[in-house]
C-alpha cells in the first residue's frame, strides 16, 4: 500500500486528488487532503541507499492571479 492510499484510509474527511506515475509504474508524486489540509507525496527515481528520505518539505499554493 502506498503511502497517499494508507493514509486515505485511515482518515474519513480525506480524498486523493491527483497521482502522477513515472514511466516505469512507480508514482512520481501524489496529492490529497485530510479533513481539507492538502498534503503532497513525492518519491524520487534516483536509487537511493536508504529505504525513506529522512527530511520534511513544505508545500505552498499560491492564490496569486486566482480570483
Sequence with gaps: MKCHEFL???????????????????????????????????DSSINQEFTFTPSTSLSVTSLVGRR
Excluded: D, P, W, Y
Design 8 to 42: 486515505h484510509s485511515r482518515f474519513e474527511e480525506s480524498e486523493i486528488l491527483n497521482v502522477v506515475h513515472q514511466e516505469n509504474g512507480m508514482i512520481m508524486h501524489a496529492t490529497f487532503t485530510i479533513k481539507g489540509q492538502a498534503f503532497m507525496c513525492i
